[in-house]
């Protein structure tokens, strides 16, 4: 995820002034309750299409997590335009649009204790569960795939439910971008029961992606892993992304950040085919 960058204040101002204003009208309609779970509904029609439930990164909805968003919504639609999509704002639920969101708080932070969660990404990924629940109910929905797309952050919460932490069948694909597999030996997440991509560089090293597979016992059949070349961490969060990097101390890593058009039309292209062929 893109957060705070060793570049100027003023300078990540005006980087991201375009890219805001346009995510300020994107983010102009009023969310939407899925079982209590707070989410941006972009429908693509009122008939029946397949679902894209869309989870982000720790930003939450400040400035960064508004114009990728916004971003990211442009590619989906431009490649998958049957396709309804779901932004699930579980993160923003807590955060309220603070400056870099949740990215750097500790499992141990008071607004996780206020709301009695001790494992954050479970907590999300339970989240996650109620808003696909409430898809099966909706007219536009019915008979229909739904395909999750975790980035960053949200890639993290989608390693859960590509296991034990949802129901097999909930999802046609799972999709994850750059997710955090450092300590995936110290999860325990059963069986992967639904095709699962990943997407990261080779040498990403807060990613790791070639690790994430230690999570589960069983079904690594079921993961396939697409690894560019390089040690980018963020390279498709957005395209007005400066060169830069920036300091994770959670996991006390230096990642590298830069956008790379070549990498992120290639990811979105390959995903799209991949998921219309499960």
């Known amino acids: 995820m893109l957060t705070a960058l060793k570049t100027p204040k003023v300078l990540r101002k005006i980087v991201f002034l375009s890219a805001l204003a346009i995510a300020t009208q ?5 969310l939407v309750s899925a079982n209590g779970v707070e989410v941006d509904l972009q429908l693509a ?3 029946p299409g397949p679902v894209i439930l869309y989870v982000p990164g720790c930003n939450g909805l400040d400035e960064i997590g508004r114009a990728y968003q916004a971003f990211h919504k442009e590619e989906i639609r431009k490649r998958w335009p049957e396709a309804h999509m779901i932004l699930v704002q579980t993160v923003n639920m807590l955060t309220q649009g603070s400056p870099m969101g ?10 996780y204790k206020a709301k009695g969660i001790d494992r954050p990404n479970l907590y999300f990924a339970q989240q996650i569960n109620l808003v696909r629940d ?3 109910q909706q007219e536009w929905a019915q008979n229909q795939a739904v395909h999750l797309f975790g980035f960053s952050a949200g890639g993290s919460m989608g390693l859960y439910l590509a296991g034990n932490k949802s129901q097999a069948g909930s999802f046609k694909s799972i999709a994850l971008i750059w997710p955090t597999c ?3 030996s110290k ?12 997407w990261a560089t080779e040498a990403d090293p807060l990613s790791r992606a070639q690790e994430c597979h230690k999570s589960y016992e069983a079904g690594h059949e079921l993961l396939e892993l697409h690894l560019w070349p390089g040690d980018l961490h963020s390279w498709m969060t957005h395209p007005n992304v400066p060169k830069s990097e920036r300091y994770w101390p959670r996991a006390n890593i230096t990642v590298k950040h830069q956008f790379v058009k070549e990498y992120n039309d290639k990811t ?6 991949w ?4």
């Open 26 to 30: 994107a983010q102009s309609q009023p």
């Open 45 to 47: 029609g009122s008939t």
């Open 102 to 111: 949740a990215c750097d708080w500790a499992n141990d932070h008071p607004k």
């Open 134 to 136: 409430w898809i099966g």
């Open 182 to 184: 450092i300590n995936a």
């Open 187 to 198: 999860l325990t997440l059963g069986k992967i029961h639904t095709p699962t991509k990943i």
């Open 268 to 273: 979105w292209d390959q995903w799209v085919e």
């Open 275 to 278: 998921a219309k062929s499960k």
